[in-house]
């Protein structure tokens, strides 16, 4: 027998959001400030705009130099 639950949400999802977003350090400041100002003259988070941050966001992230060394396993000191 499967049972169901309601379960009502306590946050919407832009207030969960906006808490993610308040702890998060950007990889581009730029951006980031960019949707600052877009929240503020729009009173409130909107999705095509986080949206478009995401993208900037992830785009820089891919054009950051990789630290190779950071990956490579070191034999255990005696």
């Keep these: 027998m499967t049972s169901y639950f309601l379960v009502q949400l306590t946050t919407s999802w832009a207030d969960e959001l906006d808490r993610l977003l308040a702890g998060y350090e950007p990889v581009n400041v730029d951006a980031y400030a960019s ?25 820089t992230e891919e054009r950051l130099p990789s630290v190779l060394f950071l990956h490579k396993l070191l034999p255990r000191r005696s």
């Design 35 to 59: 949707l600052l100002e877009d929240t503020k003259e729009g009173r409130g988070l909107a999705l095509q705009k986080v949206e478009a941050w995401l993208a900037e966001e992830l785009a």
